[in-house]
Nanobody, 126 residues
Framework: QVQLVESGGGLVQAGGSLRLSCAASGRTIGTYAMGWFRQAPGKEREFVAGIGYSGGSTRYADSVKGRFTISRDNAKNTVYLQMNSLKPEDTAVYYC???????????????????WGQGTQVTVSS
């Protein structure tokens, strides 16, 4: 069993930056692909970014490409999401997820992920 805890959310003005962290416990996530998803009020959960277990492969939603960067530190059992040039439409609860499928390339499908964190709120004001 893997427990995931997100942190780093908050209120920021448009154009600002935040760095989300996802700390894992219970098992090492070194062989897990990891993903970030988000869910805005009244909308379905959507894929934001993912990273393969080795860190060599990343995928991003078109809406965040060039602004967000996902990374991982397997020694710290932690995954990060650096978010720059934030927009009001980035406002959502952000969730970290782990996929024990040992994927080189991360899945964009929420159903591929086996473990989820509780989420952290990100609010971008205009």
């Amino acid at each position: 069993q893997v427990q995931l805890v997100e942190s780093g959310g908050g209120l920021v003005q448009a154009g600002g930056s935040l760095r989300l962290s996802c700390a894992a416990s219970g098992r090492t996530i070194g062989t897990y692909a990891m993903g970030w998803f988000r869910q805005a009020p009244g909308k379905e959960r959507e894929f934001v970014a993912g990273i393969g277990y080795s860190g060599g492969s990343t995928r991003y939603a078109d809406s965040v490409k060039g602004r967000f960067t996902i990374s991982r530190d397997n020694a710290k059992n932690t995954v990060y999401l650096q978010m720059n040039s934030l927009k009001p439409e980035d406002t959502a609860v952000y969730y970290c997820a782990a996929d024990h499928g040992i994927r080189m390339s991360p899945s964009v499908q929420a159903t591929s992920y086996d473990y989820w964190g509780q989420g952290t709120q990100v609010t971008v004001s205009s």
